[in-house]
């Protein structure tokens, strides 16, 4: 089974309300869908989601990368060769996270199809329990989200997240809302998303927010100072999670030593995709620090990807991979129901793609063949 032949498609995916964090506002989210085929028949496929604030690439650069790096480095190898795929895929390009876990994710897709089994069966096998996710939500006014967490309880959710960091001041309202909305009824996780930026703000925003018995603070100051979280620790017992401080080994090694956090959250699209994100969850193990699993707002497809992760490493405790609740429209059929999501034992991925679907959010398309 070789690679032969891969389409990239990049398409625009409509949002059922705008997507709001500390660092961007999105009326709708790109993403770039990949289909490798083998010269036996088989399709895979694979998704890249990238953020030009967390990844440092963009849709149109990744599919660039691509068409002329990446997939002339692997074609004509086994699909099942993963670790050979990623030594060619770093020696094309350094970095490019989130374009290598399109290719990964699309890899992984064919050896689960070839062997008739579900990605999570060749990654070890999975726990019996099916995932569950948050209800994620923007930064928007108190009031607002009060209204959206008094919904969530009766849709079934049992934890919310919430994304502070604005500009406006009043996060800590924010969270005051909620809780007088729903009591203690839903775990409340905050995602500063670097939004408080320093140290000292950040240990004043935690101090504020202890009241209002929040499971833990996610990225609360800069990505790349990442001795300011050993500051940010020193002032709070609050679990803190690191996550765009996260992307490869040597940067969760420094949480390691400085036990500074308790949890990271891991994510497909800055890593590269399933392969380097198994090789981090083990390594937090060693390290004594919890993952989860996070979110850049992907389709069914890399969505799909994280949760059989998830389900075949001891080690992941949290899913948030919620990205096709928030869509009009997509080409996977992903099944939630809340807060569960339902991993089948389908062949690789599980998702069937539509292509119809598929078509009628293309933005552009490209081929790249042996």
């Known amino acids: 089974m070789k690679i032969s032949r891969a389409t990239i498609t990049l398409i625009d995916l409509p949002l059922v309300e705008p997507f709001v964090v500390a660092y961007a506002s ?5 993403s770039v869908v990949l289909a490798l085929e083998t ?15 967390i990844t440092g690439e963009t849709p149109t650069g990744v599919v660039e990368a691509l068409t002329t790096e990446l997939l002339p480095a692997v074609m004509g190898m086994d699909p099942r060769d993963i670790t050979a795929i990623h030594q060619r895929l770093n020696a094309a390009l350094k970095g490019c996270g989130a374009a290598k876990a399109a290719v990964d994710i699309a890899c992984w897709d064919l050896a689960g199809k070839a062997a008739e089994r579900p990605i999570h069966a060749l990654l070890g096998g999975r726990r019996p329990e099916q995932p569950t996710i948050a209800r994620v939500m923007s930064i928007l006014a108190p009031e607002v ?3 959206q967490a008094v919904q969530a309880r009766k849709e079934g959710y049992r934890h919310l997240k919430m994304k502070l960091g604005g500009a406006d001041g009043l996060d800590i309202e924010r969270v005051r809302a909620v809780r007088a909305a729903i009591g203690l009824d839903l775990g409340i996780r905050v995602d500063a998303n670097q939004g408080w930026a320093d ?12 009241p209002f018995d929040v499971d833990w603070v996610e990225q609360p100051i800069l990505a790349d ?14 679990r803190l999670m690191a996550d765009e401080a996260v992307v490869d080994a040597q940067d969760l090694a420094h949480f390691v030593r400085d036990r ?13 995709g399933i392969t380097p994100c198994r090789r981090l969850a083990t390594q937090a193990e060693l390290g004594g620090l919890k993952v ?9 497809i890399a969505s799909s990807a994280g949760f059989h992760l998830a389900l075949s ?21 992903l099944k939630y129901v809340i807060p569960d999501v339902h991993i089948t034992e389908k062949p690789g991925l599980g998702v069937d793609v539509d292509l119809d679907v598929l078509a009628e959010l293309t933005v552009s398309e490209r081929e790249v063949s042996r």
Not at 39 to 53: A, I, K, N, Q, T
Not at 292 to 300: A, H, P, R, V
């Open 26 to 30: 999105y009326p709708s989210m790109p």
């Open 39 to 53: 010269d036996d028949g088989l399709v895979g496929y694979g998704e890249s989601v990238p953020d030009g604030h």
């Open 145 to 147: 989200l009060a209204e």
């Open 199 to 210: 140290p000292a703000t950040a240990r004043t925003m935690i101090r504020a927010l202890e």
């Open 225 to 238: 100072d990442i001795d300011g979280f050993r500051l940010v620790r020193q002032a709070t017992g609050m």
């Open 260 to 272: 500074s956090v308790d949890m990271v959250n891991l994510k497909l699209m800055k890593s590269g």
């Open 292 to 300: 989860q699993i996070g979110s850049m707002l992907e389709t069914s």
């Open 313 to 333: 490493h001891p080690n992941i405790v949290s899913t948030e991979l919620s990205g096709p609740l928030r869509f009009a429209k997509e080409p996977g059929d």
